[in-house]
């Protein structure tokens, strides 16, 4: 028989201990001084404005009845309707997800798009889970957040083990539900169901229009820098052959089962041909195979995590010979990390701005998918790279003005769009 204390501890396993949210919070209260807005309004920002925590059974392709736990976190709804992706991952709780939603209400607000942030999840290993599994789960998902989402009022994206057919799924589920069809309920769709043209590699492409940005602001030219990747997903991997596009050298890769290095610089389409056929990494022939952790201590350029949470901490930050760091991933670095690279003069380029491209893009999707227009490839990019480079300027000159780092700098940026926002607004009733 199961007992209550064993389901407790099944749906809310020390649900507000996440990391994320820990850091999310220190950073936070690290910018409010110099964002200097009403202690009124920054209570506000504290905490998020809806949580919803579901459980999502599935007939498993054994027969096995499961419950699997969910959530949908919505931080700020002032500016318009919320955004954020959907993570399939085992540590996915409902404070990760406060903390991603709260990190994408600066990203939005940094990037002047119309949202609040959002975030969403289903704490299981994906990894694990049949085609048929993966498409029960997410439509169950997607029909017990009805009340929540919605082109108007919350519009999830794809996140870490998410993809274009997993926002398939959850626009037929919603369609089905409304009876008609509505792409603009979820970005980063396949194409042919109203998706955007660049959405796949937006992230990834913005980390690298951040990187160059800030390369030039330094006085270093990309090309022929020498940069390591963590992470080969969605992210990763386009940032790495954007990389070479633009002529610098990718040394290092890495995924779940650990990195690949060769001084002479890696071949990509060898790699992702590897990496389609074998499933990642391991075995990829004629380079060295190393750790994870070892990888991210060899020197280079640029390093630009883009895996998960939580890669660079108080423990290995001392040991970085990275000239500088690009988050890809969203909180890949510690609060305490974060200080030590800056006293050792390693600029880190701060997630809510350097892989805001996703999100802009998916702004892009929404409103092409709200007018029934689409547009082009090059249109996309180009306006892609003037809402980066605008952001990234107005983060990297108030950094300058007011003496912050390019986190704090970034967080004040995001922190006082919303709080002017709010006081507009006012607090009803
Ligand atoms: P993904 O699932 O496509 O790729 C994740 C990659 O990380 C994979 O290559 C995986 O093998 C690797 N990985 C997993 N565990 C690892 C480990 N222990 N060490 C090294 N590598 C490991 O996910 P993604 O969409 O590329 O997301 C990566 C990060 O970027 C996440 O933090 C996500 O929140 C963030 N992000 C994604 C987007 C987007 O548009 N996809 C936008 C903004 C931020």
Not at 111 to 125: D, E, S, T
Request: hydrophobic share 45%; aromatic share 6%.
């Amino acid at each position: 028989m199961t007992k209550a204390a064993d389901i407790a501890v099944e749906i809310a396993p020390l649900e507000w201990e996440a990391s994320l949210w820990h850091t999310a919070i220190a950073q936070l209260e690290q910018a409010l001084p110099a964002a200097g807005i009403d202690p009124g309004t920054a209570e506000r920002l504290r905490y998020p404005e809806h949580a919803v925590l579901v459980s999502v059974p599935i007939h498993m392709d054994s027969g096995e009845t499961k419950v699997f736990p969910a959530y949908r976190v919505q931080h700020s709804r002032v500016l318009g309707p919320t955004k954020g992706g959907v993570r399939y991952d085992p540590h996915v709780s409902l404070s990760e997800c406060a903390a991603l939603a709260m990190w994408m209400t600066w990203k939005c607000a940094i990037l002047r798009l119309p949202y609040g942030g959002a975030k969403g999840g289903i704490r299981c290993n994906p990894r694990e889970l049949s085609r048929g599994e993966l498409e029960r789960l997410t439509r169950r998902f997607t029909a017990e957040l009805s009340s929540v989402i919605g082109p108007q009022e919350d519009i999830p994206a794809p996140d870490m083990a998410t993809d274009e057919q997993t926002m398939a799924w959850m626009m037929d589920t919603y369609s089905m539900q409304v009876g008609h069809a509505t792409p603009e309920i979820v970005t980063g769709k396949p194409i042919s169901v109203g998706g955007s043209v660049f959405r796949h590699e937006a992230t990834g492409a913005g980390v690298v229009m951040v990187a160059e940005r800030a390369c030039k602001r330094l006085g270093w030219e990309l090309a022929g820098l020498r940069c390591i990747v963590q992470g080969f997903g969605k992210v990763g991997g386009v940032a790495a052959s954007e990389l070479v596009e633009r002529g610098a050298i990718v040394t290092g890769i890495a995924d779940y089962s650990g990195g690949i290095h060769s001084d002479d610089g890696l071949d990509l389409a060898a790699v992702a041909r590897w990496t389609a056929e074998q499933g990642s990494l391991d075995g990829f022939p004629g380079v060295s195979h190393l750790t994870n952790a070892a990888l991210l201590e060899l020197p280079c350029d640029v390093l630009v995590l883009a895996a998960l949470e939580g890669q660079v901490t108080a423990q290995n930050a001392g040991r970085i010979q990275a000239r500088m760091v690009a988050e890809g991933a969203n909180g890949p670095t510690t609060v305490e990390a974060d200080a030590i690279l800056g006293e050792r003069g390693i600029p880190v380029l701060p997630d809510i701005l350097t892989n805001a491209g996703g999100v802009t893009v998916s702004y892009f999707e929404w409103v092409q998918d709200l007018g029934r227009l689409f547009w082009g490839r090059e249109d996309i990019r180009s306006r892609l790279a003037e809402k980066m480079c605008d952001a990234f300027d107005r983060v990297w000159d108030l950094s300058e003005q007011e003496r912050l780092t390019l986190r704090s700098a970034a967080l004040v940026v995001g922190i006082r769009e919303v709080a002017a926002a709010l006081d507009a607004r006012g607090l009803f009733p």
